[in-house]
Nanobody
Framework: VQLQASGGGLVQPGGSLTLSCAAS????????MGWYRQASGNQRELVAG???????TYGDSVKDRFTISRDNAKNTVDLKMNILKTEDTAVYYC????????????????WGQGTLVTVSS
């Protein structure tokens, strides 16, 4: 399974940015798609996650500012980030929990390569 993330960059405080991630490979289904982030010197933390059915969860610090969505047919997940703050600066990682075509009973986790989001004036 390969994950291709895109959309990171430099944005001013109060601005918006959208991250996208596309999963490909021998995928039967993707139970959960999500985004994590890791700021310099910090542990990786959950930003947002979404199930196949559309149930979502958000980290406390991003609730009401970020919105996660997915396209089940395309195996893609987007993270729309609004009202960005300097503390949102981090490397953002796409994460998926996948059932492979030849091992449907087992859940496998995969990470994308990370995309840097810098919020600065």
């Amino acid at each position: 399974v390969q994950l291709q993330a895109s959309g990171g960059g430099l944005v001013q405080p109060g601005g918006s940015l959208t991250l996208s991630c596309a999963a490909s490979g021998s995928i039967f289904s993707i139970d959960v798609m999500g985004w994590y982030r890791q700021a310099s010197g910090n542990q990786r933390e959950l930003v947002a996650g979404i199930t196949t059915g559309g149930s979502t969860t958000y980290g406390d610090s991003v609730k009401d500012r970020f919105t996660i969505s997915r396209d089940n047919a395309k195996n893609t997940v987007d993270l729309k980030m609004n009202i960005l703050k300097t503390e949102d600066t981090a490397v953002y990682y796409c994460n998926v929990l996948v059932r492979l075509r030849d091992s449907r009973a087992r859940l496998n986790g995969y990470w994308g390569q990370g995309t840097l989001v810098t919020v600065s004036s």
